[in-house]
């Protein structure tokens, strides 16, 4: 184990400055091993989120608002304090309900944090 101390520029990222993904979300920061994400949506900005699957799990804390998520044929309604996981490679989608904003974690990190994407 490394003895040499962190740099807080290497180890933090501050919203206002972080990589927007192609879907509208906030590449918050990433590690090896797991991801963190900000989604801050509107109705209708859902379109793109039609049933898909992801090559990493997904774990999520509603902070305000409402959206509906598909997931296993059955449609939760995700709303502040409630939290939810996708698994790998699980089908699922997404439809904003009202102005949604949460917080994202994926393992293994989702693709993009490194290049915006």
């Given amino acids: 184990m490394s003895t040499q101390p962190m740099q807080a520029d290497k180890v933090t990222v501050n919203a206002s400055q972080a990589n927007t993904g192609k879907l509208g979300q906030k590449l918050l920061i990433s590690g090896d091993l797991i991801a963190l994400r900000l989604w801050d949506e509107q109705p209708g900005d859902g379109e793109d989120k039609s049933v898909h699957t992801c090559d990493y799990e997904t774990v999520g804390y509603v902070i305000e608002g409402r959206a509906e998520l598909t997931l296993a044929k059955k ?28 917080v994202e974690a994926t393992h293994p990190p989702a693709r993009g944090y490194r290049d915006g994407k």
């Avoid at 699980?90 to 102005?99: C, D, M, T, V």
């Fill in 75 to 102: 449609t939760i309604v995700l709303e502040p304090g409630v939290s939810w996981v996708v698994p790998q490679g699980a089908e699922h989608s997404y439809r904003i309900l009202e102005p949604f904003r949460a």
